[in-house]
């Protein structure tokens, strides 16, 4: 098969669409022919040398993908050759083929194709996994996103939207932002001109958000914390602006807050199939609805990995950029 190869690290024109050995699906793995993949912050980390897969996992990037089940290993029900699939992987969604253990496999949900359910899996189970198994997110509460543009961000919208929940965003130009409040995003605040805190205590009389998700690490800490409700959620799910950040001790008790940081990649594969089997339950009836659908900025051919890549990097896209198999 081909796939995308990192020879060495460094920017995407180090991304290289190589013929590399095929996979062999394990116990309780299933061999999935990809259709599509998804660009995801990760990739470009791997891409750079900062976030080397987990041990044994793929060494190709690619954190989700969907496709057509082409056999299956020992162990495996419930799942047959044929069945169109997407899933969240560990790595090797660049690629041809890819090998998937049984309980990170999604069936294909009604109303999407094939190729655009491969913008689901991650940003489904982050929003998810983050947003209501941990932070538990109630109707009437107030979600603020920052990124709302994002992919993870425009799914947090429409989640959050349709358990009842307010949505306040940050994103960084007016279009983003319209698109945001076509989602159905409440508080629209535009993070280059406008103080988050002030927003979103404005929005909530001043009690703040109930539930922070925030992508941006060190350098919004001490103002998500600002910005929390008594009993409010911090939940940490990226480090794009720093990993050191300096924590108010006294400013977190006095909202008797709580903070969480969490990763899929590398989570034990119990963890990840409890995610999905969630996701399944909770989550695939709203696609199958009509109140849920992914948002998808582009679809790139997977031999321009390293276009796709650029794109992300800019940040000019809205929702997900997908590479689709040839």
Known sequence: MHAITIPEPGGPETLVWSEVPDPVPGEGEVLVDVAATAVNRADI???????????????????????????????????????????????????????????????????????QAAALPEVVCTVWSNVFMVSHLRPGEMLLVHGGSSGIGTMAIQLAKAVGARVAVTAGSKEKLEYCAELGADVLINYRDQDFVTEIRRATDGAGADVILDNMGAKYLDRNVQALAVNGRLAIIGMQGGIKGELNI???????????????????????????????????????????????????????AAEAHRVVEGSGHIGKVLLVAP
């Open 250 to 304: 006294a400013a977190l008790l006095s909202k008797e807050g709580a903070i969480t940081a969490t990763s899929l990649r590398a989570r034990p594969l119990s963890e990840k199939a409890t995610i999905v089997a969630a996701v399944r339950e909770h989550v695939w009836p709203l696609i199958a609805s009509g109140h849920i659908r992914p948002i998808v900025d582009r679809e790139l051919p997977m031999t321009e």
């Open 45 to 115: 980390m791997q891409r750079q040398g900062f976030y080397d897969p987990p041990p044994g996992a793929s060494p190709y990037p690619g954190l989700e993908c969907s496709g057509t089940i082409a056999a299956v290993g020992p162990g495996v029900s419930g799942w047959a050759v044929g069945d169109e699939v997407c899933a969240l992987l560990a790595g090797g969604g660049y690629a041809e083929k890819v090998v998937v253990p049984a309980g990170q496999l999604l069936p294909v949900p009604a109303g999407v194709s094939l190729t």
